[in-house]
T-cell receptor, first 116, second 115 residues
């Protein structure tokens, strides 16, 4: 069975600084995918970035990057140059195959507060 | 481009009542999902559907019923609501799994309170 662990319930970072949100996972499937979503206070779920287990390079999307360490089973999200608008809940999720598609197994999330 | 729409956004009801949460998507995505979000649990999968008339249970299906007569709609029904079903419910969709790096797209959620 899969398991996603986010050990940081809450984090603080100063504006313009970089911050790393931790995510560790456990799976016996050699092929897997990891997603990060952002949930601002307004409640919607916003997709940020994806990392596949066979991807050769760490994923990057603008100010977001993934520090993917396969041997350690970790997929930490790095946000560079934090902005006040980055204050939100952040969820790490793992793809679980369902037939020809997939569902997502989510971690419990990390609340990030960016301070001026 | 409406995307994926959930209704209602907020609902208050009483224990024992039946309530239906609606989900509509305009992308013709094959897969649709219902998740619930509770403090300390993240999001958990209730039911999913691979196509019209094909549904299957997720992690926490008890007390819920789904149907999918049309590709674009995926309603979730609580047949006899209980207080433990107070939660925020999210509907999501994704394309047929030819490319498994495609993200799921979420609706804005329905906040359901059961008194």
């Amino acid at each position: 069975a899969q398991k996603i662990t986010q050990t940081q319930p809450g984090m603080f970072v100063q504006e313009k600084e970089a911050v790393t949100l931790d995510c560790t996972y456990d799976t016996s499937d050699p092929s897997y995918g990891l997603f990060w979503y952002k949930q601002p206070s307004s409640g919607e779920m916003i997709f940020l970035i994806y990392q596949g287990s066979y991807d050769q390079q760490n994923a990057t999307e603008g100010r977001y990057s993934l520090n993917f360490q396969k041997a350690r089973k970790s997929a930490n999200l790095v946000i560079s140059a934090s902005q006040l608008g980055d204050s939100a809940m952040y969820f790490c999720a793992m793809r679980e195959i369902k037939g020809s598609g997939y569902a997502l197994n989510f971690g419990k999330g990390t609340s990030l507060l960016v301070t001026p | 481009d409406a995307g994926i729409t959930q209704s209602p956004r907020y609902k208050i009801t009483e224990t024992g009542r039946q309530v239906t949460l609606m989900c509509h998507q305009t992308w013709s995505h094959s897969y649709m999902f219902w998740y619930r979000q509770d403090l300390g649990h993240g999001l958990r999968l209730i039911y999913y559907s691979a196509a019209a008339d094909i549904t299957d249970k997720g992690e926490v299906p008890d007390g819920y019923v789904v149907s999918r007569s049309k590709t674009e709609n995926f309603p979730l029904t609580l047949e006899s609501a209980t207080r433990s079903q107070t939660s925020v419910y999210f509907c999501a969709s994704s394309e047929w799994g030819t490319s498994q790096n495609q993200p799921q797209h979420f609706g804005d959620g329905t906040r359901l309170s059961i008194l």
